[in-house]
Protein backbone atom coordinates (compact mmCIF):
# COMPACT_ATOMS: atom_id res chain seq x y z
CA UNK A 1 0.00 0.00 0.00
CA UNK A 2 2.90 1.84 0.67
CA UNK A 3 4.20 1.62 -2.43
CA UNK A 4 1.52 2.70 -4.47
CA UNK A 5 1.39 5.98 -2.39
CA UNK A 6 4.95 6.69 -3.23
CA UNK A 7 4.42 5.42 -6.94
CA UNK A 8 1.62 8.24 -7.35
CA UNK A 9 3.57 10.69 -5.57
CA UNK A 10 6.74 10.15 -7.55
CA UNK A 11 4.70 10.35 -10.67
CA UNK A 12 3.05 13.61 -10.08
CA UNK A 13 6.20 14.96 -8.94
CA UNK A 14 8.12 13.75 -12.19
CA UNK A 15 5.11 15.29 -14.10
CA UNK A 16 5.20 18.91 -12.51
CA UNK A 17 9.36 18.93 -12.77
CA UNK A 18 8.58 18.22 -16.51
CA UNK A 19 6.22 20.72 -17.00
CA UNK A 20 8.47 23.83 -14.68
CA UNK A 21 11.45 22.57 -17.17
CA UNK A 22 9.70 23.12 -20.16
CA UNK A 23 10.18 25.98 -21.90
CA UNK A 24 7.33 28.21 -22.27
CA UNK A 25 8.94 29.85 -25.04
CA UNK A 26 9.32 27.35 -27.81
CA UNK A 27 6.24 27.62 -30.00
CA UNK A 28 4.27 24.36 -31.10
CA UNK A 29 4.76 22.84 -34.61
CA UNK A 30 1.68 24.00 -36.94
CA UNK A 31 0.18 21.64 -39.44
CA UNK A 32 -2.23 22.42 -41.99
CA UNK A 33 -6.11 21.09 -41.78
CA UNK A 34 -5.21 19.92 -45.49
CA UNK A 35 -1.96 18.06 -44.26
CA UNK A 36 -3.85 16.15 -41.97
CA UNK A 37 -6.36 15.37 -43.80
CA UNK A 38 -4.34 13.39 -46.21
CA UNK A 39 -2.64 11.54 -43.64
CA UNK A 40 -6.30 10.34 -42.24
CA UNK A 41 -7.06 9.36 -45.98
CA UNK A 42 -4.18 7.77 -46.90
CA UNK A 43 -4.28 5.59 -43.57
CA UNK A 44 -8.38 4.50 -44.39
CA UNK A 45 -6.31 3.47 -47.62
CA UNK A 46 -4.00 1.48 -46.72
CA UNK A 47 -5.87 -0.24 -43.70
CA UNK A 48 -8.23 -1.28 -46.64
CA UNK A 49 -5.40 -2.26 -49.04
CA UNK A 50 -4.30 -4.73 -45.98
CA UNK A 51 -7.78 -5.83 -45.38
CA UNK A 52 -8.38 -6.50 -48.65
CA UNK A 53 -5.41 -8.19 -49.61
CA UNK A 54 -5.63 -10.50 -45.95
CA UNK A 55 -9.20 -11.08 -47.23
CA UNK A 56 -8.08 -12.42 -50.51
CA UNK A 57 -5.12 -14.51 -49.06
CA UNK A 58 -7.55 -16.27 -47.00
CA UNK A 59 -10.03 -17.21 -49.27
CA UNK A 60 -7.87 -18.55 -51.68
CA UNK A 61 -6.21 -21.04 -48.99
CA UNK A 62 -9.28 -21.90 -47.06
CA UNK A 63 -10.07 -22.40 -51.52
CA UNK A 64 -7.39 -24.28 -51.76
CA UNK A 65 -8.30 -26.45 -48.48
CA UNK A 66 -11.79 -27.44 -49.34
CA UNK A 67 -11.02 -28.28 -52.64
CA UNK A 68 -8.47 -30.62 -51.24
CA UNK A 69 -10.67 -31.94 -48.92
CA UNK A 70 -12.82 -32.75 -51.80
CA UNK A 71 -10.78 -34.86 -54.51
CA UNK A 72 -9.72 -37.35 -50.91
CA UNK A 73 -13.51 -37.72 -50.01
CA UNK A 74 -13.97 -38.09 -53.63
CA UNK A 75 -11.37 -40.85 -54.03
CA UNK A 76 -12.28 -42.13 -50.66
CA UNK A 77 -15.47 -42.43 -51.38
CA UNK A 78 -14.25 -44.73 -55.00
CA UNK A 79 -11.96 -46.90 -52.57
CA UNK A 80 -14.65 -47.95 -51.08
CA UNK A 81 -16.68 -49.43 -53.99
Same mark, same amino acid.
Given at each position: &? ?7 ? !? $???? /?? $? ?9 ? /? ?11 ? /? ?6 ? &? ?16 ? %? ?5 ? %??? !?? /???
Amino acid at each position: &MAYKKFFIF !A $LIFL /CD $LAVGLADSTVS /CYRIEPGTIAGII /CADVILTL &MIVIVTYRCASFRRQKID %NANKVYM %NVR !AN /CKS
